[in-house]
Nanobody, 127 residues
Framework: QVQLVESGGGLVQAGGSLRLSCTTA????????VAWFRQTPEQEREGVSC????????YYLDSVKGRFTTSRDNANGTVYLDMNNLQPEDTGVYYC????????????????????WGQGTQVTVSS
């Protein structure tokens, strides 16, 4: 079965950093695109980033460009989201997701394009 598990969330002050990890299982011998989403009670789940299976440049939500970086450990398939200069508006539950395809959606990253999800990890940024 396909399993994704997020970890690394926590409470940080504005300006701080966190590294989120997405551990994947069930497709370790193949590389697929992996996206990061976040969700709050006030906002629908929104796409934060998408890392293609290829060496193509990842996609990022405009509001996180220059602050967040997603990457992959090719040895074990772990996908990371490095978040720097965190702001209170970055608070939310962060999820990783895949649909077992190599490419990212061509227009925008939406939840409808992804079938397999982790359980989420809470990120809270205080002022």
């Amino acid at each position: 079965q396909v399993q994704l598990v997020e970890s690394g969330g926590g409470l940080v002050q504005a300006g701080g950093s966190l590294r989120l990890s997405c551990t994947t299982a069930g497709f370790t011998q193949y590389t697929f695109a992996v996206a990061w989403f976040r969700q709050t009670p006030e906002q629908e789940r929104e796409g934060v980033s998408c890392l293609p299976a290829s060496e193509a440049t990842p996609y990022y939500l405009d509001s996180v460009k220059g602050r967040f970086t997603t990457s992959r450990d090719n040895a074990n398939g772990t996908v990371y989201l490095d978040m720097n200069n965190l702001q209170p508006e970055d608070t939310g539950v962060y999820y990783c997701a895949t649909n077992l395809v190599g490419g990212c959606p061509p227009i925008k990253i939406t939840k409808w394009e992804f079938r397999f999800w982790g359980q989420g990890t809470q990120v809270t940024v205080s002022s």
